[in-house]
C-alpha cells in the first residue's frame, strides 16, 4: 500500500519539478511562486508518509520479525525509504 503512494507522489513531484523548470525559463514569477509552493507541499506529503513507514518498521514489524527472511525484507524496506 505505502509503494502506490509513494510512487503517485514522486511522480507528481517529477512533473511539478518539470513544469518548474520551464516556468523558470519563461520568467513568470506569480506562477512560478505556486508551483514551488506545491512542490514543497508534495515533499512534505513524501517526508511524512516515509516517516509513518519508518515508524511502522521500526516499533512493530522488525521486533517481530522472526526469520531472517522477513527481517531482511524489511531492513531492506527501511533503507528503500529512508
Known sequence: AYKN???????????ISSIE????N???EEKLEMIKNYRSQV???LRDICS???????????PCATT????V???KMKGDYH
Open 5 to 15: 503512494v509513494i510512487g503517485a507522489r514522486r511522480a507528481s513531484w517529477r512533473i
Open 21 to 24: 523548470q520551464k516556468e523558470e
Open 26 to 28: 519563461k520568467g513568470v
Open 43 to 45: 515533499e512534505k506529503e
Open 52 to 62: 509513518d513507514i519508518l515508524e511502522v518498521l521500526d516499533k512493530h514489524l522488525i
Open 68 to 71: 531472517g527472511e522477513s527481517k
Open 73 to 75: 525484507f524489511y531492513y
